[in-house]
Each structure stands twice: as structure tokens, then as C-alpha cells.
């Protein structure tokens, strides 16, 4: 574990983006178990995202509009939208995920960006459409999937999703990709597996699936350095026994829409 670490900030210093760590060392929030290194403080989570956030601000840079909104799909608890906010100050996040996810996304972020505007249930309920108007109110709005078909068309700038719609079975990777908010967005960033079912047996979705193939619109496409796992890890098969897996092949993109 302490050599995968390391060969994370190897990755990031290989890349440029080792002052991104520095700059934002991992928080303490939910106590998660950190490795100091060199003067950083990290977790393999933590830098996936510290990794994301420098491939966008590289191929991306002043592309963004100023206060501009953006849309992650499958957030978790909101790490890479707190690290993308900080980066660009005055720029609006939607998160979404399961409520469950929602409310450690609720917790995480209350607690490391105490400041922070947060939309909810209670502001989402008198909504019929979320306009970029009203996204504009606030630094985070966390939304469940049932209501992600009522952000109106031409509300979001940037769409990221990471290891997340590879997850997805094909009705519901559809419902997300056929969305307006989606389809009207101006860019799309993301890393998936290159063939989910190898690790989801639900989804029959493929690198094929999504929205890249048009190479005037590409901006960067290759394997994605940050979602790997050089090592073997047990599965249990039955009650006394395991199976060694690995990690699948993930890629990542970043381009137009």
C-alpha cells in the first residue's frame, strides 16, 4: 500500500501536478486514514482526484467561462467538486448521486467548506426546472437522479463523471447521456473502464458508448494513468476461501461536447 502511494506521486510529479497536492493537502474530515510523504498528505481517493483536477486545468485552461457551472455525475461525497470550486472561485457544482451518497456528501462538505452555499431537498423542492439562475444561488446543489431530467437545457457548462457511468447498466448510462442538460453542455471529462462488464456484471457499457469519437471535438484521450491497481486484491469465493482480481483498464477523455 505504501508503494502505490508513492507511485501516485510519482504520477502527479511526472505530470506538473504535485503543487495541486501541496496546495491541497487531503482533509481530516470523517477521519480517513492518510499517508504523509515528502512533505504531502494524501489518500489513493484523494489523489485520483488531485490527478483529475490538474488534467482539466491542463487541457481545459481558460476555456471555462468565468462563473461558469459544472455537473458530476456520480459524485460520492463531493471531493472532486470541492477541489474543482477552490480552483475556480465563483464557479457552481451540481452534484449527483444516490441520496444516501447525498447525505455523506452533505456531511463532507459542511464540514471542510463551512462557508459554502449548499443546496438541498428543502431549496430543490419549490423547483420545477433548475435554471442556471438558480444554480447560480449557491456553490454545491446536491441532487438525487430522480430530479436530474429538470435541469433545463443550456444550464451546465462542464460534465465530469469518474468511474462512475461505466457503473451504470445501459438504461440508466442513457438516461444520463440523453438528458438536455447533458447534451447541451460544452464540455465532458471523464475516466471509466474501457470494459465495465470486466468489473460490473450489469453493465454491458463500453468505451464505444460514449460521447468521443469525434476528433475535432478531443481534446485528450489515453488510458488513465490515475485509475490503476498494480496489485492483486481478494474476492471472497464462498466462506473460507478468495480469488485474486485486478484492476480493469480505465481511460480518460477531456473535450468538447
Not at 15 to 42: C, I
Request: aromatic share 16%; net charge neutral; glycine share 6%.
Amino acid at each position: 500500500e505504501r508503494e502505490l502511494l508513492r507511485r501516485c506521486l510519482r504520477i502527479l510529479e511526472q505530470h506538473g501536478y504535485e503543487s495541486l497536492l501541496a496546495k491541497y493537502p487531503s482533509p481530516t474530515v470523517g477521519n480517513p486514514w492518510h499517508f504523509e510523504h515528502a512533505g504531502y498528505r494524501y489518500t489513493h481517493r484523494w489523489f485520483k482526484h488531485v490527478y483529475s483536477l490538474g488534467l482539466l486545468g491542463r487541457t481545459l485552461g481558460d476555456r471555462l467561462p468565468r462563473g461558469f457551472t459544472a455537473l458530476d455525475i456520480g459524485c460520492a461525497y463531493g471531493i472532486f467538486s470541492s477541489l474543482l470550486q477552490q480552483e475556480h472561485p465563483g464557479s457552481h457544482h451540481v452534484l449527483v448521486d444516490l441520496p444516501e451518497q447525498l447525505l455523506l456528501a452533505s456531511y463532507f462538505l459542511r464540514r471542510y467548506r463551512p462557508a459554502a452555499r449548499i443546496a438541498g431537498p428543502c431549496e430543490l423542492a419549490e423547483e420545477k426546472s433548475i435554471t442556471r439562475d438558480f444554480l447560480g444561488h449557491f456553490d454545491f446543489v446536491l441532487l438525487p437522479p430522480a430530479l436530474y431530467e429538470a435541469l433545463e437545457p443550456g444550464s451546465i457548462d462542464l460534465v465530469t463523471s469518474f468511474a462512475a457511468l461505466g457503473e451504470l447498466k445501459r438504461s440508466y448510462f442513457d438516461y444520463y447521456l440523453n438528458a438536455p442538460a447533458f447534451r447541451t453542455a460544452s464540455f465532458f471529462a471523464t475516466a471509466n473502464p474501457v470494459v465495465s462488464k470486466r468489473m460490473f456484471a450489469d453493465s454491458d457499457v463500453t468505451v464505444l458508448d460514449y460521447p468521443l469519437w469525434d476528433a475535432g471535438k478531443r481534446l485528450h484521450f489515453d488510458l488513465a494513468q490515475a485509475f490503476f491497481h498494480p496489485y492483486a486484491y481478494p474476492r471472497a469465493r464462498g466462506a473460507f476461501s478468495y480469488e485474486l482480481q485486478k484492476f480493469q483498464v480505465f481511460f480518460e477523455y477531456v473535450g468538447e461536447l
